[in-house]
């Protein structure tokens, strides 16, 4: 008799660690068939893709091999990009796989589920406003990071012949004052000191302008407002000009026009305002809200189909009518969140199969905290319904910052990997430079 398969669709932070998760517990004991589909090859921490885009990540040390890693952990990997799901027959369709020079290395083709686990994230949400996506990057992905630190690269180098200046001052437009684009602000002065260093570029970062707009009236809209005015104060320390209450009308080539008309003049403009799942999700045949997310219930199990489930910021979650955010509010789309969902489904999937009941996810905010750069993390921890938790700033709160990523890693890896890991980093530190500069 053939063993259930469950295919996971994504492999970001909930969809890797789901998959490890039941790759120890179903796949070690050959209770089911654990599949993860991807369409890139590697994974790297979703948090972590400002640093690769400033090239303070070294992607080659830091990315996962879904090959290498599926094997260690009794899971099985497939690569492949989801175009559609047919119910009834209970499978999900796969684009084709092309090479680099456009060559179909396999057609396109199907996969059957018994369950189905989608867990694609979320991409940016430029909210159709006109130039964006012809004139601005996004860091969604590893691909759009790296292209995004060529360009840098490349703006930099440019600005070290003054005949090929666009303005006095090298010019970085921000838009959005959320997690992504405050750490990216901070990101950008300190590789702007190391590509002088380096020898990269003659400008130091008093020739750096970084505009950093949101519409909110201020930065880090969804933090406590004792985070938003020191991350604020800290930022405008180190040069950055911050814009609140501003929306962006249009982008342009080399240019951010605002609502009010104001043009601020630019060499690289990157939008980080808002998230959205990805379109697609839309014509699945799921029930989906204006963000595109599948409406699931707490139990993460669609609305629509009982043998699907959606996780992490692909998936509109009820906090439920006991939540201090009120009962229509749903589980907000982090990190964290994602990794919660992985483990109550981690639990759920092996309920099902043993015919028990499934639990229904509670969201359980810990805090945040945000990274700028090497100069300083803040944020609060040890948050609760009754409490705003623990205000952290400084060496500590750079402690627990980069202790998040240390979780994410014994999530997927374990203890003894995660702990090599952590030795190889303390090492590179002293044998590599601190920055990626090709």
């Known amino acids: 008799m053939a063993i259930p398969r469950i295919v996971i669709v994504g492999g970001g932070a909930g969809g890797l660690a789901?998959?490890?998760?039941?790759?120890?517990?179903?796949?070690?004991?050959?209770?089911a068939d654990i599949v993860l589909l991807d369409?890139?090859?590697?994974?790297?921490?979703?948090?972590?893709?400002?640093?690769?885009?400033?090239?303070?990540?070294?992607?080659?040390?830091?990315?996962?091999?879904?090959?290498?890693?599926?094997?260690?952990?009794?899971y099985r990997y497939q690569r492949g990009s989801l175009t559609g799901v047919d119910r009834q027959q209970q499978v999900v369709h796969l684009a084709p796989i092309h090479d680099e020079d456009g060559e179909e290395v396999l057609p396109a083709r199907h996969l059957a589920y018994d369950y189905l686990v989608i867990a694609l994230g979320s991409v940016s949400n430029d909210f159709g406003t006109p130039g964006v996506a012809e004139h601005c990057h996004f860091i969604d992905s590893p691909q759009q990071a790296k292209a995004f630190q060529r360009d840098m690269i490349n703006t930099f180098l440019r600005y070290t012949d003054p005949t090929l200046r666009q303005h006095t001052q090298l010019t970085i437009g921000i838009v959005g004052g959320g997690a992504t684009g405050v750490e990216l602000a901070a990101e950008l002065f300190d590789a702007s000191r190391m590509l002088n260093a380096y020898g990269v570029t003659a400008l130091d970062h008093q020739q750096i302008s970084v505009h950093l707009l949101e519409a909110a009236p201020r930065i880090l809209p969804g933090l406590s407002e004792r985070v938003s005015q020191t991350v604020q104060i800290e930022l405008e320390s180190m040069g950055v000009t911050i814009h609140t209450g501003t929306a962006i009308k249009e982008a342009q080539a080399h240019q951010l026009v605002t609502e009010d008309g104001n043009v601020i003049d630019t060499d690289i403009n990157v939008w980080a305002a808002g998230i959205k799942a990805p379109p697609f999700l839309t014509e699945l045949g799921l029930s989906t809200n204006k963000k595109n997310q599948i409406e699931v219930r707490r139990t993460l199990q669609s609305v629509d189909d009982e043998r699907i489930f959606a996780l992490g910021d692909c998936a509109s979650c009820p906090m439920g009518e006991d939540s201090p955010m009120g009962k229509d509010s749903t589980v907000p789309p982090r990190?964290?969140?994602?990794?919660?969902?992985?483990?109550?489904?981690?639990?759920?999937?092996?309920?099902q199969l043993e015919g028990k009941p499934l639990n229904n996810f509670r969201y359980r905010d810990h805090g945040s905290l945000v990274s700028l750069a090497r100069y300083d993390a803040v944020g609060n921890l040890m948050r609760s319904s009754a409490?705003?938790?623990?205000?952290?700033?400084?060496?500590?709160?750079?402690?627990?910052?980069?202790?998040?990523?240390?979780?994410?890693?014994l999530s997927i890896h374990g203890a003894p990997k995660t702990a090599l890991a952590w030795l190889v980093d303390k090492l590179?530190?002293?044998?590599?430079?601190?920055?990626?500069?090709h």
């Open 39 to 74: 369409r890139n090859t590697t994974h790297v921490w979703k948090p972590l893709l400002h640093e690769l885009a400033t090239g303070v990540l070294n992607s080659s040390m830091d990315e996962v091999d879904y090959r290498g890693h599926s094997s260690a952990h009794l």
């Open 428 to 437: 590179n530190k002293y044998l590599k430079p601190r920055m990626k500069l």
């Open 18 to 31: 789901l998959a490890t998760r039941l790759g120890r517990t179903l796949g070690k004991r050959k209770r």
């Open 387 to 409: 409490s705003k938790g623990l205000f952290l700033e400084g060496w500590l709160a750079r402690q627990a910052y980069a202790s998040l990523y240390r979780m994410h890693q």
């Open 335 to 351: 990190a964290q969140a994602a990794h919660q969902q992985a483990k109550l489904l981690a639990k759920n999937l092996v309920n």
